[in-house]
C-alpha cells in the first residue's frame, strides 16, 4: 500500500525506569557515532557520542554502547523523567566524509 | 553565545514564490548544514559546507533549491519557485571539525 509516512519506534515507559533505546546502522566504516534528542518544536540536541575504538561511553544519566560486529548502538537512559521525552536520533558518520547520516528516531514517551 | 540562527521562524508562502531562509552558524564553526524535516522522509541532509565552500550537494532535492554561504557566518537557502511539497521545518546546524552539530530551532515552511 501507499506509505503515510515513517513510522517511527516507539518507546513508552513509566518515570524513574530505565529506557533503553536501540539503533541498527549501516556504514561498518563509519568510525563515530551520536545520539541526538529531538524535544517538539526544537532541533535536535547533541546528547553523547562514541568513536569505533570503543564499545562503551557514560554520561549524566546516560550509556552508549557500541557493537559493531552487529553494527548496532543502544542508548540507555536512567532513571527516566518526563523531561526524556523526545524523539531520539542515531547518527553514524566517517571523519573523512564530513558529514553524519541520521537514522529514523525512535519516540520515547514517559508516563508519569 | 546565542547558538544557530535561523531566520524566519514560520513561513507561509503561496505555490510559484520564492522563498529564503537564513542562518547564522555559531561563530568560530567550519561546517554548516542545511536539513529538512517532515513527517514523510524524516531528517534529510540537503547541502553542507566547509569553510564556506559547499562540499556535498546530493541532498539537495531539484533546481529549484539553491544554498550559498557568502561567508563564514550567514548561509542561505533558496526555494524558487515553491511548491506545496517543500512544506517542512527546515534546519541549519554548524559544527567543528564534522562532529556534534548544533541545530537551530528550524524555520516551518508552508506552501500553500
Known amino acids: 500500500g501507499e506509505s503515510v509516512g515513517l513510522h517511527l519506534p516507539t518507546l513508552s515507559v513509566q518515570e524513574g525506569d530505565n529506557s533503553i533505546i536501540n539503533c541498527a546502522y549501516s556504514?561498518?566504516?563509519?568510525?563515530?557515532f551520536i545520539w541526538y534528542k529531538q524535544e517538539s518544536g526544537k532541533g535536535p540536541q547533541f546528547i553523547i557520542d562514541i568513536r569505533s575504538n570503543m564499545d562503551k561511553r557514560q554520561g549524566q544519566r546516560v550509556t552508549v554502547l557500541l557493537n559493531k560486529t552487529v553494527k548496532h548502538l543502544s542508548l540507555q537512559i536512567a532513571a527516566t523523567q518526563p523531561g526524556d521525552s523526545a524523539v531520539y536520533f542515531c547518527?553514524?558518520?566517517?571523519?573523512?566524509?564530513?558529514?553524519?547520516?541520521f537514522g529514523d528516531g525512535t519516540t520515547l514517551t514517559v508516563k508519569p | 553565545d546565542a547558538g544557530v540562527i535561523q531566520s524566519p521562524r514560520h513561513e507561509v508562502t503561496e505555490m510559484g514564490q520564492e522563498v529564503t531562509l537564513r542562518c547564522k552558524p555559531i561563530?568560530?564553526?567550519?561546517?554548516l548544514f542545511w536539513y529538512r524535516q517532515t513527517m514523510m522522509r524524516g531528517l534529510e541532509l540537503l547541502i553542507y559546507f566547509n569553510n564556506n565552500v559547499p562540499i556535498d550537494d546530493s541532498g539537495m532535492p531539484e533546481d529549484r533549491f539553491s544554498a550559498k554561504m557568502p561567508n563564514a557566518s550567514f548561509s542561505t537557502l533558496k526555494i524558487q519557485p515553491s511548491e506545496p511539497r517543500d512544506s517542512a521545518v527546515y534546519f541549519c546546524?554548524?559544527?567543528?571539525?564534522?562532529?556534534?552539530?548544533?541545530f537551530g530551532p528550524g524555520t516551518r515552511l508552508t506552501v500553500l
Open positions: 547518527a553514524e558518520g566517517l571523519t573523512n566524509a564530513g558529514k553524519s547520516t
Open positions: 556504514n561498518s566504516a563509519s568510525d563515530y
Open positions: 561563530s568560530g564553526h567550519n561546517s
Open positions: 546546524a554548524s559544527s567543528l571539525a564534522f562532529y556534534e552539530q548544533f
